[in-house]
């Protein structure tokens, strides 16, 4: 379920000029300077996670359709309720918003009884909050209703329903299961004391970074899970070493806590380092994978993913860690290349004269030659890089990153994409020249949109090839619709369970049931194999890419 939230009086956001945004599956950006208020965007998904774990449950509803307030507590960072509240001189209370946008395919006599919107009251400087239960415009009027497990029922007309809170409910839940990970990760000070007596009398204290365990707490998690009985657990100790094996190119990666769990010893292709002779960004790339993947939040929260890392290692950061979140990352950056080739919305946020902040979509596409200014093009040029692969979009960018992962060659070409409509046009040809000029090796990639084998062509996918060609760009249009109709029967099933299948050809991933959501294209496209992908135009093309 989509959820749009707006939040009023919260830090640097008045009510008169509140922030909203859509929370959905994927990635999301929010783009800003210094002070901008993007990390508080961040971090109240954070301070008022205590408030969704109590949403989470059915019993306070009761409590609170009753028109009653009920008690939560801020995390140990907030030292007073009154440093979340926002400075402007108003008694108002905070305000969250949750309005609830069903999918299609849910279940129409539940949405019809589903709450539309939730409204949260929070009075200023206390840890107790009011909630109106809205169904279309009007709020549920204050009464002592009952709750049998899903809904709640009005006693007083035959215990009929008047509220089915279950998928509501499963909102909160998420709310209260995000994990989030502050900016200086590799400030930390991951082993608090270098007197090993002294390691040995706190190793059992909890450390932590807001949701990053650090010092000895973690070198002792990190043996128990690897070592433990817990089969699961042993296996994402290993899926982080893998992934850690294939980003930084290792043949051989074995990770082990030292004697009093001090440190981590790291055994690369044959030498042995201890975690403070590895370079900051590899030291980064596990502490937060190692937390994460423990932890299996359904939002990863991350303050300036960018920090200590090449433009090149930016990316497969957030890739990487977004497969271990089960709905998908919210990062705050500087980079604005980086949020153009990696999320799926970005929000611009702006720090107004009057103090507080604004947020609002980031609407402009750049050019391709702008974009590749942004991503700092240069640096991967210093390391070999002489391939561009333009592509339609953020979610065909991850699925065929993950494709050229096959040839081994994902760190040979730079991906860009389009924006599909947005950059696929017959006023093109001045953006792809530039492009050209810049990089002599140059592709695209992009999707027919056929609904069947005869239809012909949009015009403007046929305009746009013809540019290409005009620039030297060698483009390849799929013969298939799109991207996810390459997604095999096997790879879908074992991301997505045995009630879904594979797409034909031409069919449209909407139109199908069940359906996915795009940005769950690439977890499917990391589960299939180059036999599979080789007997295809597409394969066939990005080995062409990969070879020539």
Same mark, same amino acid.
């Given at each position: 379920?989509?959820?749009?939230?707006?939040?009023?009086?919260?830090?640097?956001?008045?009510?008169?000029?509140?922030?909203?945004?859509?929370?959905?599956?994927?990635?999301?950006?929010?783009?800003?300077?210094?002070?901008?208020?993007?990390?508080?965007?961040?971090?109240?998904?954070?301070?008022?996670?205590?408030?969704?774990?109590?949403?989470?449950?059915?019993?306070?509803?009761?409590?609170?359709?009753?028109?009653?307030?009920?008690?939560?507590?801020?995390?140990?960072?907030?030292?007073?309720?009154?440093?979340?509240?926002?400075?402007?001189?108003?008694?108002?209370?905070?305000?969250?918003?949750?309005?609830?946008?069903?999918?299609?395919? +849910?279940? %129409?006599?539940?949405?019809?009884?589903?709450?539309? @919107? $939730?409204?949260? !009251? /929070?009075?200023?400087?206390?840890?107790? *909050?009011?909630?109106?239960?809205?169904?279309?415009?009007?709020?549920?009027?204050?009464?002592?209703?009952?709750?049998?497990?899903?809904?709640?029922?009005?006693?007083?007309?035959?215990?009929?329903?008047?509220?089915?809170?279950?998928?509501?409910?499963?909102?909160?839940?998420?709310?209260?299961?995000?994990?989030?990970?502050?900016?200086?990760?590799?400030?930390?000070?991951?082993?608090?004391?270098?007197?090993?007596?002294?390691?040995?009398?706190?190793?059992?204290?909890?450390?932590?970074?807001?949701?990053?365990?650090?010092?000895?707490?973690?070198?002792?998690?990190?043996?128990?899970?690897?070592?433990?009985?817990?089969?699961?657990?042993?296996?994402?100790?290993?899926?982080?070493?893998? +992934?850690? %094996?294939?980003?930084?190119?290792?043949?051989?990666? @074995? $990770?082990?806590? !030292? /004697?009093?769990?001090?440190?981590?010893? *790291?055994?690369?292709?044959?030498?042995?380092?201890?975690?403070?002779?590895?370079?900051?960004?590899?030291?980064?790339?596990?502490?937060?994978?190692?937390?994460?993947?423990?932890?299996?939040?359904?939002?990863?929260?991350?303050?300036?993913?960018?920090?200590?890392?090449?433009?090149?290692?930016?990316?497969?950061?957030?890739?990487?860690?977004?497969?271990?979140?089960?709905?998908?990352?919210?990062?705050?950056?500087?980079?604005?290349?980086?949020?153009?080739?990696?999320?799926?919305?970005?929000?611009?946020?702006?720090?107004?004269?009057?103090?507080?902040?604004?947020?609002?979509?980031?609407?402009?596409?750049?050019?391709?030659?702008?974009?590749?200014?942004?991503?700092?093009?240069?640096?991967?040029?210093?390391?070999?890089?002489?391939?561009?692969?333009?592509?339609?979009?953020?979610?065909?960018?991850?699925?065929?990153?993950? *494709?050229?992962?096959?040839?081994?060659?994902?760190?040979?070409?730079?991906?860009?994409?389009?924006?599909?409509?947005?950059?696929?046009?017959?006023?093109?040809?001045?953006?792809?020249?530039?492009?050209?000029?810049?990089?002599?090796?140059?592709?695209?990639?992009?999707?027919?949109?056929?609904?069947?084998?005869?239809?012909?062509?949009?015009?403007?996918?046929?305009?746009?090839?013809?540019?290409?060609?005009?620039?030297?760009?060698?483009?390849?249009?799929?013969?298939?619709?799109?991207?996810?109709?390459?997604?095999?029967?096997?790879?879908?099933?074992?991301?997505?369970?045995?009630?879904?299948?594979?797409?034909?050809?031409?069919?449209?991933?909407?139109?199908?049931?069940?359906?996915?959501?795009?940005?769950?294209?690439?977890?499917?496209?990391?589960?299939?194999?180059?036999?599979?992908?080789?007997?295809?135009?597409?394969?066939?093309?990005?080995?062409?890419?990969?070879?020539?």
């Amino acid at each position: 379920m989509k959820v749009e939230i707006t939040i009023k009086n919260y830090r640097c956001f008045p009510d008169f000029k509140p922030a909203q945004i859509t929370l959905q599956k994927g990635c999301t950006a929010f783009i800003g300077v210094n002070n901008s208020g993007k990390s508080s965007l961040l971090k109240f998904f954070y301070e008022f996670r205590q408030l969704f774990q109590v949403a989470s449950t059915g019993n306070p509803w009761v409590e609170l359709a009753a028109g009653r307030s009920y008690g939560f507590n801020f995390p140990k960072e907030v030292l007073t309720p009154q440093d979340v509240f926002c400075n402007a001189t108003n008694p108002r209370p905070l305000e969250i918003q949750l309005q609830f946008v069903p999918d299609e395919a +849910d279940d %129409k006599e539940e949405i019809q009884l589903s709450p539309s @919107k $939730i409204v949260i !009251s /929070v009075p200023r400087n206390q840890t107790i *909050f009011t909630a109106l239960i809205y169904q279309g415009n009007q709020s549920l009027p204050p009464k002592t209703y009952k709750f049998d497990g899903v809904q709640l029922i009005d006693p007083d007309h035959n215990f009929s329903p008047v509220a089915y809170l279950a998928a509501v409910l499963n909102v909160f839940k998420d709310l209260a299961e995000t994990q989030y990970i502050g900016p200086f990760r590799n400030a930390i000070n991951l082993f608090p004391t270098s007197n090993i007596n002294e390691v040995q009398t706190i190793q059992y204290l909890h450390i932590s970074y807001f949701d990053i365990t650090i010092g000895p707490p973690f070198i002792k998690k990190w043996r128990e899970s690897s070592t433990g009985f817990d089969k699961s657990i042993i296996k994402s100790t290993n899926n982080i070493t893998n +992934d850690l %094996k294939g980003i930084f190119g290792f043949e051989n990666l @074995k $990770i082990d806590s !030292s /004697v009093n769990d001090q440190t981590f010893n *790291f055994s690369i292709d044959g030498e042995v380092y201890t975690l403070h002779e590895l370079g900051s960004g590899l030291a980064q790339f596990f502490l937060v994978l190692a937390n994460i993947a423990l932890q299996k939040p359904s939002y990863i929260l991350i303050d300036e993913p960018e920090l200590n890392l090449h433009p090149l290692l930016q990316s497969r950061f957030l890739i990487t860690i977004t497969k271990y979140a089960t709905q998908g990352i919210l990062f705050a950056t500087h980079s604005l290349g980086l949020a153009r080739t990696s999320a799926d919305r970005i929000y611009s946020v702006q720090k107004e004269s009057d103090g507080g902040s604004r947020v609002a979509e980031y609407g402009r596409e750049p050019r391709p030659a702008e974009l590749l200014g942004e991503l700092s093009f240069s640096g991967y040029i210093e390391l070999g890089f002489r391939k561009i692969l333009l592509v339609e979009g953020s979610t065909d960018l991850k699925v065929i990153q993950q *494709f050229l992962r096959l040839y081994k060659k994902d760190q040979d070409v730079v991906l860009l994409p389009l924006r599909g409509r947005e950059g696929i046009h017959n006023n093109a040809l001045e953006g792809l020249c530039e492009v050209r000029r810049i990089c002599e090796e140059v592709y695209a990639l992009i999707d027919s949109e056929r609904s069947s084998a005869d239809a012909p062509l949009q015009q403007r996918i046929n305009d746009f090839s013809q540019l290409c060609c005009q620039a030297g760009i060698k483009c390849h249009i799929l013969k298939y619709r799109a991207t996810e109709n390459y997604l095999s029967e096997a790879a879908i099933k074992k991301v997505k369970g045995n009630k879904y299948r594979a797409l034909q050809p031409y069919e449209k991933l909407g139109d199908m049931k069940p359906s996915w959501d795009k940005v769950e294209n690439w977890l499917i496209a990391k589960e299939m194999t180059l036999t599979e992908l080789e007997t295809t135009d597409l394969g066939q093309f990005l080995r062409k890419v990969c070879e020539e």
